[in-house]
């Protein structure tokens, strides 16, 4: 028997299915795109594995529910070694929560998807990326990101900030009991980033073994997360910190006066922070319509506004490749979303890698 009551609830559905067909299908997209948002906005819920900052995201988030009012983003700031081992561990118990992992560890994001952990799915922005900013339709980069130097102008002289790598040699060499335990950067056995910047380097520094050794004989310290470093340079504790996140280095200059960047020009690499959908999500409609968002000029644009530069050099008004070069002064060297960048992971390549770090580290 039909009631009242079931006859409401047909008609609210049809009026809810008729509204979400009526939302426009961006130009590129599927016909049926508006099926996929109406099931992401039926899903409600978008849960997010990040190593991103909060305050670097959340343009991002408001322009996301803005756009998709009725999916709600759930923010889980993890870092990108433990984001790594949620989705790993999730995946073995068969529990999978998150929706969407997206962190700065590129070489582990990619691993996650040579592991079949991550779905595969073909956005309709894939087309306007850079082709090494996508890895088997499953991995997207989301952004483009230099390495930097974050120094304190007070105690620094202006002739020992570093400009190449092997300036940065000379003056820890030259200048050891100035800089003794006054340098830093990260620690590739914690950081998921700081590994991934430090094996960039091996292939690209000629001298990358003795700058390690040259760090190590200064008594340089490593940390596992950024903010560690930047609280360690304003205090003064430090001078200066390399292999920096760089749009974290900018950030923290406008900040704080004190704080200078530099760059490396010899080499900068830019790394991109990697964007996939763990299989098995339990709201994979609203993860695709969030990873769609993220890589269209809306999502670019509201990166940028966070501080994150864009992976496309097509959305006027934001930091991107070209921005970048003209204010480095020279062209940032994309890491590529490749099996090369994940070369490293390799538990023989990586355990001798570290073995030879701890061994410069002994100066």
């Given at each position: 028997?039909?009631?009242?009551?079931s006859?409401?609830?047909?008609?609210?559905?049809?009026?809810?299915?008729?509204?979400?067909?009526?939302?426009?299908?961006?130009?590129?997209?599927?016909?049926?795109?508006?099926?996929?948002?109406?099931?992401?906005?039926?899903?409600?819920?978008?849960?997010?594995?990040?190593?991103?900052?909060?305050?670097?995201?959340?343009?991002?988030?408001?322009?996301?529910?803005?756009?998709?009012?009725?999916?709600?983003?759930?923010?889980?700031?993890?870092?990108?070694?433990?984001?790594?081992?949620?989705?790993?561990?999730?995946?073995?118990?068969?529990?999978?929560?998150g929706?969407?992992?997206?962190?700065?560890?590129?070489?582990?994001?990619?691993?996650?998807?040579?592991?079949?952990?991550?779905?595969?799915?073909?956005?309709?922005?894939?087309a306007?990326?850079?082709?090494?900013?996508?890895?088997?339709?499953?991995?997207?980069?989301?952004?483009?990101?230099?390495?930097?130097?974050?120094?304190?102008?007070?105690?620094?002289?202006a002739?020992?900030?570093?400009?190449?790598?092997?300036?940065l040699?000379?003056?820890?060499?030259?200048?050891?009991?100035?800089?003794?335990?006054?340098?830093?950067?990260?620690?590739?056995?914690?950081?998921?980033?700081?590994?991934?910047?430090?094996?960039?380097?091996?292939?690209?520094?000629?001298?990358?073994?003795?700058?390690?050794?040259?760090?190590?004989?200064?008594?340089?310290?490593?940390?596992?997360?950024?903010?560690?470093?930047?609280?360690?340079?304003?205090?003064?504790?430090?001078?200066?910190?390399?292999?920096?996140?760089?749009?974290?280095?900018?950030?923290?200059?406008?900040?704080?006066?004190?704080?200078?960047?530099?760059?490396?020009?010899?080499?900068?690499?830019?790394?991109?922070?990697?964007?996939?959908?763990?299989?098995?999500?339990?709201?994979?409609?609203?993860?695709?319509?969030?990873?769609?968002?993220?890589?269209?000029?809306?999502?670019?644009?509201?990166?940028?506004?966070?501080?994150?530069?864009?992976?496309?050099?097509?959305?006027?008004?934001t930091?991107?490749?070209?921005?970048?070069?003209k204010?480095?002064?020279?062209?940032?060297?994309?890491?590529?979303?490749?099996?090369?960048?994940?070369?490293?992971?390799?538990?023989?390549k990586?355990?001798?890698?570290?073995?030879?770090?701890?061994?410069?580290?002994?100066?």
């Amino acid at each position: 028997m039909i009631t009242r009551r079931s006859t409401f609830a047909a008609l609210a559905a049809a009026v809810a299915a008729s509204r979400a067909a009526a939302q426009p299908v961006p130009a590129g997209y599927p016909a049926d795109y508006a099926d996929t948002v109406a099931k992401a906005k039926a899903e409600g819920k978008v849960a997010i594995y990040t190593s991103t900052d909060l305050g670097q995201g959340q343009k991002l988030l408001d322009g996301f529910k803005a756009a998709f009012p009725g999916i709600d983003p759930e923010w889980n700031d993890l870092g990108t070694t433990s984001a790594f081992n949620r989705v790993v561990s999730e995946a073995a118990a068969k529990q999978v929560g998150g929706d969407i992992a997206w962190t700065s560890a590129l070489d582990l994001q990619l691993s996650l998807v040579d592991r079949g952990l991550a779905a595969a799915y073909r956005s309709a922005e894939a087309a306007k990326l850079p082709g090494w900013a996508i890895y088997k339709d499953a991995g997207y980069g989301t952004t483009l990101e230099p390495a930097a130097t974050v120094y304190n102008k007070r105690l620094l002289p202006a002739e020992l900030v570093p400009k190449t790598h092997a300036d940065l040699l000379r003056i820890l060499r030259d200048n050891k009991a100035k800089l003794d335990g006054k340098v830093a950067t990260y620690d590739p056995e914690k950081s998921g980033t700081g590994f991934m910047f430090a094996v960039d380097s091996l292939a690209a520094v000629p001298n990358f073994w003795d700058l390690a050794t040259a760090f190590g004989a200064a008594h340089g310290k490593v940390y596992g997360g950024s903010g560690s470093m930047r609280e360690k340079v304003i205090s003064g504790e430090h001078m200066l910190a390399f292999n920096v996140i760089g749009s974290y280095a900018v950030e923290w200059a406008k900040a704080d006066p004190n704080l200078g960047v530099a760059y490396l020009t010899d080499h900068v690499p830019a790394f991109s922070r990697v964007m996939l959908i763990p299989k098995g999500a339990p709201h994979p409609h609203a993860a695709q319509v969030f990873l769609d968002y993220v890589l269209s000029p809306a999502g670019q644009k509201a990166l940028g506004e966070g501080g994150l530069a864009s992976i496309r050099t097509d959305v006027p008004g934001t930091e991107n490749a070209d921005t970048l070069a003209k204010q480095i002064g020279t062209t940032p060297s994309p890491i590529p979303l490749s099996a090369k960048s994940t070369e490293y992971l390799d538990s023989k390549k990586r355990a001798e890698f570290l073995r030879q770090w701890r061994k410069a580290m002994q100066g």
